[in-house]
């Protein structure tokens, strides 16, 4: 299975400050990687796809990068509402489907 | 307008079982994979397993943890996919969403919570 980590567990930012979250997969999984954004009692919501490619409606403050095993979500102009846990899946080699453990952004 | 509505969650002891579903409107299920994947109390995300599509013959997978023990089946005339949890477990409890499979997630249902109790 593809183990992925990501890191930090949590941090907090203010309005406006740029944040960047990371997640490492324990294999090259060729940007086979999406990004999701889950507020508390909710569903989790789509942000990015294969690494780097936006989902429909999302703000484009949020970026992701990376490559191979590394990879990174980065939040341009934080805003209130971005406070949220932020967790990294691979696609690439299923099953299992795996998950980062989340990095929470407190704003 | 894509909708995935779960339901059938509930509380039950250890040793039983449920039959979650997933309704789903606003496309074709049988054109895509759906899984399933659950949150237990104050954790992260942890697939549990999904019914590919009728192009892959609906093949269905599990994660270590519920094979055995889960079954995924649709019903393509309610357009609906269905999660059976027999021989349930406290390690169980958590909130169960489907979603559709397309390149990571991208329609989730709001979730439904199974509680197991010892």
């Known amino acids: 299975d593809i183990q992925m980590t990501q890191s930090p567990s949590s941090l907090s930012a203010s309005v406006g400050d740029r944040v960047t979250m990371t997640c490492r997969a324990s294999?090259?999984?060729?940007?086979?990687l999406a990004w999701y954004q889950q507020k508390p009692g909710k569903a989790p919501k789509l942000l990015l796809y294969?690494?780097?490619r936006l989902q429909s409606g999302v703000p484009s403050r949020f970026t992701g990068g990376g490559s191979g095993t590394d990879y990174t979500l980065t939040i341009f102009r934080l805003q209130p509402e971005d406070s949220a846990t932020y967790f990294c899946?691979?696609?690439?080699?299923?099953?299992?489907?795996?998950f980062g453990g989340g990095t929470t952004v407190e704003i | 307008e894509v909708q995935l509505v779960e339901s059938g969650g509930g509380a039950v002891q250890s040793g039983g079982s449920l039959r979650l579903s997933c309704a789903i409107s606003?496309?074709?299920?049988?054109?895509?994979?759906i899984d399933w994947v659950r949150q237990a109390p104050g954790k992260g995300l942890e697939w549990v397993g999904r019914?590919?599509?009728?192009?892959?013959?609906?093949?269905?997978e599990y994660a270590a943890p519920v094979k055995d023990r889960f079954t995924i089946s649709r019903d393509d005339s309610q357009n609906s996919v269905y999660l059976q949890m027999n021989r349930l477990r406290t390690e169980d409890t958590a909130v169960y969403y489907c979603?559709?499979?397309?390149?990571?997630?991208?329609?989730w249902g709001q979730g439904t919570q199974v509680t197991v109790s010892s």
């Open positions: 019914t590919r599509n009728r192009a892959n013959n609906f093949f269905t």
């Open positions: 294999r090259d999984i060729s940007n086979s």
């Open positions: 979603a559709r499979s397309v390149n990571g997630f991208d329609y």
């Open positions: 899946q691979q696609y690439l080699l299923t099953p299992p489907v795996t």
């Open positions: 294969d690494a780097f």
């Open positions: 606003g496309f074709n299920a049988s054109f895509y994979y």
